[in-house]
């Protein structure tokens, strides 16, 4: 599985913007770019994934850079509900036998500031 | 939609016993997953399970077993269990096992084994 690098941890005031940036240098063309997030406590939760394009859904968005070797998770206005370790997950579109198991690192640990 | 459900939500056993831990997938969903979470080793895959196939696995111990009925409800199995096994044992079902697919996560299974 291709690499991610995320910083262990950042602060962000609550009700203010959030980027949470990704790094994947190795990144091959048949990867897609996930995002998922832990809030303590609870399972993960799936946010948002892409493959080239920015996206957008009801819970963030995903900048996809240019050459794809990086991205960055969007909250656009963060709540205290939004503190939890957010992982940033390459999964391979095209897999030998279905459904390519999640790869976790060590995700970035969000802390919303009151 | 009811989402996925993990039994028991907590166990405790003892060293050389073994255990059977159920998930129920979301309706529908025919792929479920397994993950091990460690505070040291973090989020780690076990195996995953489509259509009664064991489709994919970690890189566990023979010890860890699974298996999954024609309903999609999933049951895994650790023998022997070892100090070591203690840890929350998270489900994840998926529509179909393709890695376009997002998970969705259980709220887990907390074993502790003494």
């Known amino acids: 599985d291709a690499k991610t690098t995320q910083p262990n941890s950042m602060e962000s005031n609550e009700e203010e913007p959030v980027h949470l940036p990704c790094n994947h240098s190795t990144i091959s063309g048949t990867d897609y770019i996930h995002w998922y997030r832990q809030l303590p406590s609870q399972g993960p939760e799936y946010v948002i994934h892409g493959l080239t394009s920015n996206v957008n859904n009801r819970m963030a968005s995903l900048a996809i850079a240019e050459d794809r070797k990086s991205s960055t998770l969007i909250l656009h206005r963060a709540t205290l509900r939004d503190a939890a370790v957010y992982y940033c997950i390459l999964r391979d579109l095209i897999s030998n036998f279905g459904n390519e198991k999640l790869t976790f690192g060590t995700g970035t640990r969000l802390t919303i500031i009151p | 939609k009811a989402g996925v459900t993990q039994t028991p939500r907590y166990l405790i056993k003892t060293r050389g016993q073994q255990v059977t831990l159920s998930c129920s997938p979301i309706s529908g969903h025919r792929s479920v997953s397994w993950y091990q979470q460690t505070p040291g080793q973090g989020l780690q895959f076990l195996f995953e399970y489509f259509s009664e196939t064991q489709r994919n696995k970690g890189n566990f111990p023979g010890r860890f077993s699974g298996r999954q009925f024609s309903n999609s409800r999933s049951e895994m199995n650790v023998s022997t269990l070892e100090l070591g096994d203690s840890a929350l044992y998270l489900c994840?079902?998926?529509?179909?096992?393709?890695?376009?697919?997002?998970?969705?996560f259980g709220p887990g299974t907390r074993l502790t084994v003494t």
């Open positions: 994840a079902s998926s529509l179909e096992s393709r890695s376009t697919y997002e998970q969705y």
